[in-house]
């Protein structure tokens, strides 16, 4: 018996076979989309009329593509993010949201440390400049000893508190959700983590209370010659005020590795500035993360199209009553 049509537009789960194994193993049929660029409304209606389960990447999910879609039951999302769902309306229509919690962890943290030693150390501009046959060595800023505050604390920025630790880093975290059982961090506001911090790296979700919390007033209150890493979402930056802090010197840079507009010619004016170092949003692309990931999904579809409850369902309310 078919579970019925799961439509996948991610790469990341089209390209792992035992995760697409899984999925016709447990009944579904498989239909692996290749999506246009731009990714087009007309095209996105076309696709949905007849599907169970949508695993998609970064497209908006609308009231409008769900209303098309009268069999659909689950959205899976191969990453933690979901705010390009209109998830108000995917619960009204009972359709499950789920996400791939806990699969992409170390990779995120791993480039987020990683884009702060990059740009700490000048080593884009040195390395470029070596490409090009030259021998710029740039003075850079120890990591060792420093602050770094963290803005969002769920796996993501635990993971990178714990790397840290490593580097005898003093770490505070601002978060909503303070764990006094956690003796390692020091849990303190946004104000206290900016005028305090060598760094700041954002792990936080972007939501209607953190749209541009890093703005042209926070990023004053930032120590000067502070760094700011991002690695969550681009919305939680005013791109032209960051781009202005490090022009202006009053940063010592930046590394982000999400922008507010993604893709080829993006018009993001983090772009080109000396000091920014921007990476096209790859944080979680390693091997390990995208077979977690591909699975996880795959894990999700099944379980809701079986009746039951996925695991990461960030709308849990639809499976009252079930």
């Known amino acids: 018996m078919t579970l019925g049509k799961v439509l996948i537009t991610a790469a990341s789960v089209k390209g792992h076979a ?14 692996l989309a290749n999506t246009p660029q731009p990714c087009t409304m007309e095209w996105q ?11 998609f990447a970064m497209e908006p999910m609308p ?8 069999r659909l039951r689950v959205i899976a999302r191969p990453g933690v993010g979901y705010d390009t769902v209109d998830l108000a309306a995917a619960t009204r229509r009972k359709v499950a949201v789920t996400v791939a919690a806990g699969t992409n962890d170390q990779s995120v ?3 987020a ?8 150390r000048g080593l884009l501009t040195a ?4 490409q ?28 990178i508190a714990r790397r840290a630790r490593g580097f005898d880093m003093r770490v505070l975290v601002v978060t909503p959700r303070p764990d006094p059982a956690d003796k390692e961090v020091e849990f303190v506001s946004l104000d206290e983590a900016l005028t305090q911090a060598d760094f700041v790296s954002l792990s936080a979700p972007l939501t209607p209370q953190t749209e541009s919390l890093i703005n042209a007033e926070s990023l004053a209150r930032m120590k000067k010659g502070s760094f700011l890493i991002n690695t969550s979402r681009g919305g939680l930056i ?10 202006s010197g009053h940063l010592g840079g930046a590394a982000v590795d999400v922008l507010r507009q993604q893709g080829a010619n993006s018009p993001s004016p983090l772009i080109g500035v000396p000091g920014i170092l921007v990476t096209p949003h790859m944080a979680t692309l390693t091997r390990e993360s995208m077979a977690r990931v591909a699975m996880s999904v795959a894990a999700g579809v099944i379980a809701v199209l079986r009746g039951e409850r996925a695991a990461h369902t960030v709308n849990p309310e639809v499976y009252d009553g079930h």
């Open 18 to 31: 035992p995760a697409l194994q899984a999925l016709r193993d447990a009944g579904c049929e498989v239909v």
């Open 45 to 55: 209606l076309a696709q949905v009329q007849e599907i169970a389960a949508l695993v």
């Open 63 to 70: 009231a409008q593509l769900l209303e098309a879609a009268p």
């Open 109 to 111: 943290a791993d480039h």
């Open 113 to 120: 440390f990683g884009l702060l030693l990059m740009a700490s």
């Open 127 to 130: 390395v470029n400049s070596v």
């Open 132 to 159: 090009a046959h030259g021998w710029d060595r740039p003075t850079g800023t120890e990591a060792w000893r420093k602050t770094l505050a963290i803005v969002g604390y769920g796996r993501i920025g635990r993971a």
């Open 238 to 247: 005013d791109e032209a005020a960051l781009a202005e802090a490090v022009r």
